[in-house]
């Protein structure tokens, strides 16, 4: 079992920046991929960015590549996600995942998953 924490959410203005933190624990919760999505209300789950447990594989939406910025510390079992030029488009729950695949781009694919931080994207 892993356990999953995310953390630094909050209001932010458009184009301001924020970094996600994923802390995980449990067992082997260091060599698994790691990804996060977000869910706006009344959207489905969308998949944002994933990294491989050794970080050598990344993978990102479209409506966040260049912006977004998803990395990994396997010492501190911690990953991010730096989020930069924020709109307001972006204001939902954010949520980590792993899994032991590397099939990073469907919800279904994750075993674990955090309950997530809310960031709200406001002037």
């Known amino acids: 079992q892993v356990q999953l924490m995310e953390s630094g959410g909050g209001l932010v203005q458009p184009g301001g920046s924020l970094r996600l933190s994923c802390a995980a624990s449990?067992?082997?919760?260091?060599?698994?991929?790691m990804g996060w999505f977000r869910q706006a209300p009344g959207k489905d789950r969308e998949f944002l960015a994933a990294?491989?447990?050794?970080?050598?594989?990344?993978a990102y939406a479209d409506s966040v590549k260049g912006r977004f910025t998803i990395s990994r510390d396997n010492a501190k079992n911690t990953v991010y996600l730096q989020m930069n030029s924020l709109k307001p488009e972006d204001t939902a729950v954010y949520y980590c995942?792993?899994?032991?695949?590397?099939?990073?781009?469907?919800?279904?694919?994750?075993?674990?998953w955090g309950q997530g931080t809310q960031v709200t994207v406001s002037s």
């Open positions: 990294i491989s447990w050794l970080g050598g594989n990344t």
């Open positions: 995942a792993a899994n032991r695949l590397w099939r990073p781009i469907q919800s279904y694919e994750y075993d674990f």
């Open positions: 449990g067992r082997t919760s260091s060599n698994n991929n």
